[in-house]
Structure formats: structure tokens, C-alpha cells
């Protein structure tokens, strides 16, 4: 086992920061393999890397065949993905009620109706008992379908304008207010 200072230390630790992926994991197997005794849990203790990375890296060192990262696999599947059924009920509730973005500027259909209401109106389907998703997830699909649960454009009053219309009745003058006096 070679001796490690705390100048090498710092120059192992920044090299695996550069690296990622089975070279990252090599390298790690390498520095345990030199400075370790092999040891992934010594590794561990004296690099802070991950015991389960470094035992990795030394099986990949030691047989020759390198471990394929498959991140995409990662995480939880989506709902529609794994109901197609809830999908097509979503669009079917929603399209009646969704308005293209008045501007053009995106790609997303407004809609008036909620994630709330979708939801009921899931739960009213009898086909689909027991695969209606929570109202949070629906807002989720729902903003991945392209729907934004926002007022459409057009439904929104008017703001007061800063000079009335002559014509308008609320268009008299407001009174003007009497000046303070400054007294000594």
C-alpha cells in the first residue's frame, strides 16, 4: 500500500470529480487497488466515494467487462404510459375546453376547466376504477399533453385605462382635493 498525503489526496479526489460514467469507476478501482488494499469499504472511508461505486469498478477492472449505465430506466413510469386509457379520457374531457394561446407564442392550449374537475369526471368512468391518478398527477399530465390551467386570454376584465372616456359615464373629473396649509 503507497503512502497518501493530503496534497495527493486532494489531486485523487479532484481527478475523479473530472471524470464520469466506467471511467470515473476505473479509476476509483484503481486508486483503491494502490492506495486501499483492494478495499471498498476503505475507499469509502478514506475518499468518501461511494462503497458501491468502487466495488463496482473493481469488478469491472477485475473481470474485463464493463457495467452499461442505463439512467433513462431510472424513475417511475409515467401514468399515462402506464394507462394509455387515462390518456385518452383526459383528452376527451379537456379538448371541448381548451383554446389555442391567443397570440401564437406557444404551443400549449389554454383551457378553463381544472385538474380537480378532470379528475372527478375520471372518477365518474367506470372502466376506469382504480387507475384515476391523484389531482396533482392530473395537473401533471395535463401540463405534459400541452394544457395550461389558465384563465383563457379573452375571459379577462379590462383594467380601468388612466384617462376615461369622454363618453363614458364614470368619466367626471374627481374633485380636487384641498391642499394642506403649512402653519409656523
Known sequence: MA?????????ILLAATLLTGHKR??????????????SARHAETTFGWGRDTVHTGLNELR????????FESRGRTATEDLHPE??????????????????????????RITAKAVREALLAVPELAGKVPTRQT?????????????RVQKARPQKRSPRPTPSSPTSRRPAPRPRPTRTR
Open 25 to 38: 469507476r476505473r479509476f476509483q478501482a484503481e486508486m483503491a487497488h494502490t492506495y486501499c488494499r483492494g
Open 86 to 111: 387515462v390518456e385518452v379520457h383526459i383528452r376527451r374531457l379537456v379538448d371541448p375546453h381548451a383554446q389555442a394561446d391567443p397570440k401564437f407564442q406557444t404551443l400549449f392550449a389554454y383551457t
Open 63 to 70: 473481470t474485463g467487462i464493463r457495467c452499461v449505465e442505463d
Open 138 to 150: 392530473v395537473g401533471d399530465i395535463l401540463n405534459r399533453l400541452g394544457y395550461k390551467l389558465r
Open 3 to 11: 503512502e497518501l498525503t493530503d496534497d495527493a489526496r486532494r489531486a
